[in-house]
């Protein structure tokens, strides 16, 4: 029989009093919570989540080397030396700071990043680092050393104040001057005008993350994944793995004793910027499209066990824990944070 691993970061984040007054309670993924035994993670977040899943070791407060893991991806050959993801974003100034939002609410397009990139690139020069924009919403820069600062994931700074998610280290003052440079020039940038114009949301900074050299080739610890993400896809090609959409996610094609990895990372985005009718859609799609065939075919003993990970919790389910009645008595919004 085959094991299926979930990992649904933002999927019980909000708080019970977000939930629609007509919201249908998914039966299927209440049950499969319900009924699991659940355990705590340690260290929660985006990127230390990816790394115990594929296996990746990483070292005191280096970065998750997410730059050199996407270029995988984005370029035919093998990434070499030191790379740092410098990511397209707009950051809103508000009453608790400067917020950040990501290229997915941007609207960006390939010719307007190339141009961006353009715009950018003899700053870029002037510290002796290379800016490469292959796409619109993954930027590069080659650095010639691993820098001197500890960087926050943009999946962790997304929809949040920056205010003490800048880098931090030896180097802070000499980065945080070079992103003023940057922010300065695309100010005054004909693209971010044209975009104002259109209503549109200016690009005026750039998100540093994730640097590092490509790590070690990793052991193959599933039998095919399912993701839209580009880490997830990287990861999946360092590590000798079958990456499909999460589209091709068909319950009937997983094989006995295979080991299955489903990434749903979108639902995390909703969360971050208090997306409560996209979170609802999405756990509708998720009980109908997913759960109840995942649930239906425990029942069957096609599949051995059920592992669903969350933000801070695991859940482990097995078709004997349906046995333990008295724990389907909860309602998927049990599970959800308390009102605050």
């Known amino acids: 029989m085959s094991r299926l691993t979930l990992y649904i970061p933002g999927l019980l984040d909000f708080t019970r009093h977000n939930l629609f007054e007509d919201f249908t309670e998914p039966v299927s993924l209440a ?123 943009l999946a962790a700074a997304r929809g949040q104040s920056i205010l003490n998610l800048m880098p931090r280290g030896r180097d802070r003052a000499e980065w945080l001057t070079f992103i003023n440079e940057i922010q300065m020039q695309l100010h005054d940038c004909d693209i971010n005008r044209l975009r104002e114009d259109s209503g549109k949301l200016p690009v005026n900074s750039l998100w540093f993350w994730g640097s590092g050299e490509l790590p070690a080739i990793l052991p193959r610890t599933w039998s095919r994944v399912y993701s839209d993400d580009a880490l997830v896809q990287g990861l999946c090609m360092l590590s000798g793995t079958v990456c499909e959409p999460v589209e091709q996610f068909i319950i009937n094609s997983l094989q006995a004793q295979g080991e299955y990895l489903l990434v749903l990372d979108a639902v995390q985005r909703c969360h971050d910027y208090q997306d409560i009718a996209g979170w609802n859609t999405w756990v509708e799609r998720i009980e109908k499209q997913w759960m109840r065939p995942i649930l239906n075919n425990v029942h069957l003993g096609h599949i051995r066990s059920v592992k669903l990970l969350t933000d801070h919790e695991m859940y482990h389910f097995k078709k004997i824990h349906l046995l333990k009645f008295w724990r389907g008595l909860r309602k998927f919004s049990d599970h959800l944070r308390a009102d605050v």
Request: glycine letters at 8%.
């Open 31 to 153: 049950t499969i919570l319900g009924h699991a035994d659940k355990s705590h993670i340690d260290a929660p977040g985006y990127c230390p989540q990816l790394a115990r899943l594929f296996g990746l070791t990483l070292s005191g407060e280096a970065d998750f080397p997410a730059a050199a893991i996407t270029r995988l991806i984005d370029d035919a050959a093998r990434p070499q030396g030191v790379w740092m993801r410098a990511d397209p974003v707009h950051l809103s100034t508000g009453a608790h700071g400067m917020t950040l939002f990501d290229v997915t609410r941007l609207q960006l397009e390939q010719h307007e990043a190339l141009a961006l990139g353009a715009k950018l690139q003899s700053l870029f020069k002037e510290h002796h680092f290379h800016l490469e924009v292959p796409s619109a919403d993954r930027w590069y820069v080659q650095l010639p050393a691993i820098p001197g600062i500890q960087t926050v994931d």
